[in-house]
């Protein structure tokens, strides 16, 4: 069973840099893709990127350019660095392991404008 605990969510001003950070447990890390995804108040939870077992990304076109995704599967942590954030960023980011309907609980990003 796969439990993931996001975090390093916080209030940052228009054009500031967060990053993101999702700690997995389980067995299985290493051997499956990744995802972010984020809920803005009133919207559904839309796909942030995706980064496969093998290091590959794929991003949503609204953040592409401004986010990153990485791993370290030493660790069982995936990463989200986001820079030139906007306030219509904000949202509630979660992790999520390809294949698997398992969420965490999620870490708040607010951008002020």
């Known amino acids: 069973q796969v439990q993931l605990v996001e975090s390093g969510g916080g209030l940052v001003q228009a054009g500031g840099s967060l990053r993101l950070s999702c700690a997995a447990s389980?067995?299985?890390?290493?051997?499956?893709?990744m995802g972010w995804y984020r809920q803005a108040p009133g919207n559904q939870r839309e796909w942030v990127g995706s980064i496969t077992s093998g290091g590959g990304t794929d991003y949503a076109d609204s953040v592409k350019g401004r986010f990153t995704i990485s791993r370290d599967n030493a660790v069982k942590t995936v990463y989200l660095q986001m820079n030139s954030l906007k306030p219509e960023d904000t949202a509630v980011y979660y992790c999520?392991?390809?294949?698997?309907?398992?969420w965490g609980q999620g870490t708040q990003v607010t951008v002020s404008s």
């Open positions: 999520k392991v390809a294949g698997i309907n398992t």
């Open positions: 389980g067995s299985i890390f290493g051997r499956v893709s």
